[in-house]
């Protein structure tokens, strides 16, 4: 499960999610805590402005985008490219990751997974809304965003959600690019010039989180220390896998991520929040981390 969205009470901030279409007009989103009850009333979503076109024929590899305009492109964020509803056309479509844009051209973080011809739908499917500080008043956890829009259609014919929750205080970043170097010095020299080391550390995160595969969220307080040591075994894995580093480089972070991996998942859990912790339950992850 990907982290939480989370707003500082009496402070406000954005929530914001990549659908994974360009939906249709008045887009809208409204807050509500894990039993449903509505904490922020459903109000207008800001549709990313970019909805242009491909400049060009691109293969498959391509890590680069020739663009009809860049106007809005922002470094940093994911553009969808192919046919804007998914159900009317069969081309394929990717989602893509933008590190650089200039002169209309766009530097991509991967290469293109598929073909693309000319004239292809290249659109922002960010949507977004500020939460103003006089909405933020009740703290609460395990919540979601419904989002939706006129017209949805398959393969989005509900309201989707994406998780967030209102903290008390602005969460620390649970790993920073300092406790990756401590494992790999050199890590600065790996990474790429036009990267975002917070995107790569926040993607890493989220690989862990999903890799444990919880099935519980039990209200277990854990100590957001023990994800330091997989998030950075995670992005020196995801560096050297993308500079083609040697096999038995990628071998040895793969080695180590998994054996951190492994020793996250023994940390001993209250599943039955009984005070005590026994021996049947410290087998698998059951928690998660304690926010606000």
Request: hydrophobic letters at 40%; glycine letters at 6%.
């Amino acid at each position: 499960m990907p982290r939480p969205q989370a707003y500082v009470l009496d402070q406000g901030g954005e929530v914001w999610t990549y659908a994974p279409i360009r939906g249709g007009a008045n887009p809208v989103v409204a807050l509500h805590n894990s039993a449903g009850s509505v904490m922020v009333s459903s109000g207008t979503a800001t549709l990313d402005s970019v909805n242009t076109t491909l400049n060009g024929a691109l293969s498959s590899g391509a890590t680069t985008v020739t663009l009809t305009s860049d106007t809005g492109v922002v470094s940093g964020r994911q553009y969808r490219i192919g046919a804007a509803d998914p159900t009317t056309a069969q081309a394929p479509w990717e989602m893509v990751h933008v590190l650089s844009s200039a002169s209309n051209v766009a530097t991509l973080s991967r290469p293109l997974r598929y073909d693309h011809a000319t004239g292809v739908a290249f659109a922002g499917t960010r949507l977004s809304r500020t939460i103003a500080s006089g909405s933020a008043t009740t703290l609460f956890a395990n919540g979601y965003a419904l989002w939706s829009w006129d017209s949805m259609s398959e393969p989005i014919a509900a309201p989707f959600r994406t998780y967030v929750e209102c903290v008390r205080t602005e969460i620390i970043p649970l790993c920073t690019l300092e406790d990756v170097a401590a494992w790999e010095a050199r890590v600065h020299q790996w990474m790429p010039s036009q990267a975002d080391p917070n995107e790569l550390i926040e993607r890493a995160f989220e690989s862990v989180v999903l890799r444990l595969e919880p099935t519980t969220r039990v209200n277990t307080m854990w100590d957001s220390h023990a994800f330091v040591r997989p998030t950075a075994l995670r992005v020196l894995l995801d560096l050297s896998i993308q500079n083609m580093a040697e096999e038995e480089i990628v071998a040895r972070w793969r080695a180590m991520y998994e054996e951190s991996i492994a020793d996250l998942a023994r940390v001993p859990t209250d599943v039955d929040e009984d005070g005590m912790v026994e021996a049947n339950e410290s087998a698998t992850f059951q928690g998660r981390v304690e926010r606000g």
